[in-house]
């Protein structure tokens, strides 16, 4: 395999969101998926924060996962990746100056890109299905993260949630280009009617996590929109999870009957048990 310095794999990063292509992401989450997703051809890979979440934890994606823990994961895969690997950064870990920690500890650890979200984390009990925080507060979030940076190559992309309303969106996007950010990552968009009533707002490149949503899969479309990373979800990290299960129940000789991905996760991330702990702790009583 070859050896590739993160300096050059940013810089190859970069070349991507300056393309008129849209590159679909591989969901990369240890060494192993790193290097084949870049024997395989794949420009450009993701660690996401659910995925490390159950990786590193067996936890659901709550905002548990601590930064230390995160960057030991990074690390693991920069060390090996031959391909521009993005970190799916949460919300810095807290405060502007927390997200100037993650941004140190991300980018010497190989890190090509991060996004740095507006969402309340950890998120408030019985909240909004979309809470965000204050323009202002992701604003100076992003800025210290531009500050935090030491290699220009580094991108840094700011995440927001579409499912904000049409007009809160366009504005965060338009105040966080402001910011000097490189690249704009939305989630929550519906379809393409949706995605062209935001995008002539937005001068600079767009990544999208669109979850395999069957409406935004034109990816030529996408181009002529100014998308350049595209998002479909963490499958490959699911079917080894899926694969492990029924290769470990066969060798027990245990029919359980068909589990699915879904019920599994949930299952041994124990969900229902940090739900309940949730409701117990967090719930704001009078």
């Known amino acids: 395999m070859q050896r590739v310095s993160p300096h050059s794999l940013r810089e190859a990063f970069r070349a991507l969101l300056a393309s008129d292509a849209c590159y679909h992401c591989a969901s990369v989450f240890d060494p192993m998926s790193a290097r084949m997703a870049g024997d395989l051809g794949f420009e450009v890979g993701i660690l996401g924060g659910s995925v490390a979440s159950l990786e590193v934890l067996a936890a659901p994606d709550i905002a548990l996962i601590t930064l230390s823990e995160f960057v030991e994961q990074a690390a693991r895969i920069g060390r090996v990746a031959t391909l521009p690997v993005l970190a799916d950064a949460d919300h810095g870990y807290g405060n502007a100056l927390n997200v100037m920690r993650t941004v140190t500890e991300l980018e010497r650890n190989g890190i090509a890109a991060l996004t740095i979200e507006d969402t309340v984390l950890p998120a408030r009990f019985g909240g909004k299905a979309v809470d965000l925080i204050g323009i202002d507060e992701a604003v100076g979030k992003l800025k210290a993260a531009l500050e935090a940076r030491i290699d220009p190559a580094l991108s840094i992309l700011a995440r927001t949630n579409a499912g904000s309303g049409l007009e809160e969106t366009i504005t965060r996007a338009r105040a966080y280009q402001a910011a000097g950010v490189d ?21 600079i490149p767009k990544m999208l996590i669109t979850y395999g949503n069957p409406k935004l899969r034109d990816q030529a479309r996408l181009a002529r929109l100014g998308v350049r990373i595209v998002v479909s979800g963490h499958a490959a990290y699911y079917a080894a999870l899926k694969a492990t299960y029924d290769c470990l129940r066969e060798q027990r000789r245990i029919d359980t009957g068909v589990l699915e991905t879904k019920e599994l996760v949930a299952r041994y991330s124990e969900a229902e048990q ?5 409701e117990n702790y967090l719930k704001v009583r009078s």
Not at 183 to 203: A, K, M, R, T
Not at 274 to 278: D, G, L, T, V
């Open 183 to 203: 690249g704009i990552c939305l989630v929550g968009i519906e379809d393409f009617e949706h995605l062209e009533q935001i995008v002539p707002h937005i001068d």
């Open 274 to 278: 940090y739900a309940a702990w949730a």
